[in-house]
């Protein structure tokens, strides 16, 4: 078992050090205040600081930031530099202040005790590198907190399916965990990371712009004998409800681009081709069982989607489509 703070001085350190809390904005005004709130009203009495790192908002948030919340410090870019890189400007001046970072999505929020569970469960655990907790909605329903890492039986098959059937090899929101587990990976809305564990596995893979990057970055920390747990005694509220929401079909091409960046990373060419066949041929059929019902807009709108990212693939996946290419959004949560 791995012990980073083995001698008693580094130990008495590590309990004094704090938290440094980061977030990523883009035109979010109205979730990251809130997020924000959060964070005062359930850090308790842990030492913290808050960074948000700001990738070119046009909706006002960061001046709604600086006056609703002078202490938070703001990093503020000119553009959409994407969420591992605008992280990665955070952790730069963050590691030397805690012992742990904790990443927050603009569109969660801390609920009572969350973040005291996670802290205390990192520091019962020095073997653990990232920790998070179980993501919830708004009616008090799970939500997906944790993943396998991507495979071809993942990312081909109905992912629902194999956590029915396979929910030893595929945990997901159907499995009730009353206590905390090893995974693979975690969903990135809300993670505790330990500082020594981002200096031996490195801060985020800037080649992600969004999606991924944390995936990648549990699996660096895997390989480096970090432990990824599960902390279900953890609750945080997830709205879903953030960046990606405002710019659909540009996520979803950054999704799939983040996807095929994992694969070629960790798989190889030969299987990352082997993928993108398969999921044009879903792509089709999609394209094809959606058209028949074109009367409904809701499956108009999907069939729009699904030939977008469908027209995408047969162009080679160009690199100026996606999230880093829309500049300006607009957006009803203020």
């Known amino acids: 078992m791995r012990i980073p703070f083995a001698d008693p001085e580094q130990r008495q350190r590590r309990t004094k050090a704090g938290l440094s809390f980061i977030l990523v904005n883009w035109n979010t005004k109205g979730y990251i205040l809130e997020a924000l709130r959060s964070i ?5 009495d842990y030492r913290h600081e808050i960074f948000v790192a700001d990738n070119g908002s046009t909706d006002g948030s960061p001046e709604a930031i600086r006056k609703a919340f002078p202490r938070v410090r ?3 870019n000119e553009r959409n530099l994407g969420f591992a890189r605008a992280v990665n400007q955070a952790l730069a001046q963050a590691q030397a202040k805690g012992s742990y970072c904790v990443l927050l999505n603009s569109d969660a929020r801390l609920m009572e005790g969350a973040i005291k569970t996670l802290a205390a469960f990192m520091e019962e655990n020095p073997d653990v590198g990232i920790a998070g907790g179980q993501l919830m909605n708004e009616d008090g329903s799970r939500q997906n907190s944790i993943a396998p890492f991507p495979s071809l039986a993942t990312e081909l098959l109905n992912k629902r399916l194999l956590r029915i059937f396979f929910p030893r090899r595929y945990p997901g929101k159907e499995r009730d965990c009353p ?8 969903v990135g809305a809300c993670i505790i990371v330990r500082c020594q564990a981002i200096a031996e ?3 985020l ?3 992600y712009f969004f999606f991924m990057e944390e995936t990648d970055w549990c699996l660096r920390m895997k390989k480096q004998g970090w432990r990824i747990s599960f902390v279900p005694q953890a609750r945080i509220l997830h709205l879903q409800g953030g960046s990606a929401s405002m710019a659909k079909a540009e996520a979803r091409i950054e999704y799939y681009r983040s996807r095929y960046r ?3 990373k960790w798989h ?3 299987k990352t081709a082997f993928l993108k066949i398969g999921l044009m041929l879903r792509l089709a059929t999609e394209v094809t069982a959606n058209s028949l019902l074109l009367w409904n807009k809701r499956y108009r709108t999907r069939w729009r989607t699904y030939c977008r990212l469908l027209s995408w693939h047969l162009r080679s996946c160009p690199s100026h489509e ?11 949560q203020q």
């Open 268 to 270: 190889g060419r030969g």
């Open 179 to 186: 206590a905390p587990l090893d995974v693979d990976s975690l």
């Open 262 to 264: 994992f694969f070629t």
């Open 322 to 332: 996606g999230l880093r290419e829309v500049r300006y959004v607009t957006t009803d």
């Open 201 to 203: 596995a490195g801060t």
């Open 205 to 207: 893979d800037e080649g």
């Open 74 to 76: 703001l990093i503020s």
């Open 40 to 44: 005062e009203d359930t850090v308790g």
